[in-house]
């Protein structure tokens, strides 16, 4: 079995924060892949189904933030887990919006939540950093994590969590890189094959067509000019 945990803060108001995006992605993993109704256990909401033929528990702490540890400790000691077997998504700052990235262990970089986790299960855990970029200054960072998302970001967003969807079997294989793959297709699609002239220096200009030859009388030519 794997467990997700997604970080973010219970309730209707953090519903769409920043914070909240790793509520946001196991959301969309439970609809795509059909888990099973959202039930209360372990402080939290978990939903349980299959991605491939892996059992995987979804788990999103009602705990707040700071102390999702204490949710996911339990969840793992009834399922008798190794930390290793579980995966967190969570916001991350110092990516870009739309950018996501897997690691596995690692420092928490101040994240109140992944601080609580490490606190709780040690920091041999892998994790989905899910890019939301930086307001720019420190003391703008609480406001910023906590405030929602912008109607313009609605487009990025909804690629970024329709790809963690599609790949997420992937990550239940420790195929991180075939996980990635998957995102890419929804964030960066290809680009259409078509091209113009100038982007296939290959390609032949259009020729001008050829100029109509002028069999008409010297009188007749004369006659025209004064039609």
């Known amino acids: 079995m794997k467990l997700f945990v997604g970080l973010g803060n219970p309730g209707s108001k953090y519903a769409r924060n920043r914070h909240n995006i790793g509520f946001m992605a196991l959301d969309r993993i439970a609809e795509d892949h059909g888990f099973g109704p959202w039930k209360s256990k372990f402080q939290g909401e978990i939903a349980e189904g299959r991605l491939g033929t892996e059992k995987v528990l979804l788990l999103k702490p009602q705990t707040f933030m700071n102390r999702s540890g204490q949710s996911v400790g339990e969840a793992m000691r009834f399922y008798k887990l190794e930390s290793t077997d579980v995966t967190v998504f969570h916001d991350e700052l110092d990516l870009a919006p739309g950018k996501v990235r897997v690691k596995a262990g690692g420092g928490h970089a101040g994240h109140n939540g992944l601080r609580s986790i490490h606190d709780h299960?040690?920091?041999?855990?892998?994790?989905?950093?899910?890019?939301?970029?930086?307001?720019?200054?420190?003391?703008?960072?609480?406001?910023?994590?906590?405030?929602?998302?912008?109607k313009a970001e609605g487009d990025w967003l909804d690629n970024v969590l329709r790809g963690v969807s599609d790949g997420a079997e992937?990550?239940?294989?420790?195929?991180?890189?075939?996980?990635?793959?998957?995102?890419a297709l929804r964030t960066a699609p290809a680009r259409s094959s078509k091209s113009s002239p100038a982007d296939n220096p290959t390609s032949k200009p259009t020729e001008k067509p050829e100029p109509t030859a002028d069999d008409r009388t010297a009188m007749q030519k004369l006659l025209d000019k004064f039609k």
């Open 121 to 150: 299960i040690g920091a041999a855990y892998d994790r989905v950093r899910l890019g939301i970029g930086h307001p720019g200054r420190k003391e703008m960072v609480s406001p910023y994590v906590l405030s929602d998302f912008a």
């Open 170 to 183: 992937h990550l239940t294989k420790d195929e991180g890189g075939k996980f990635m793959n998957a995102v």
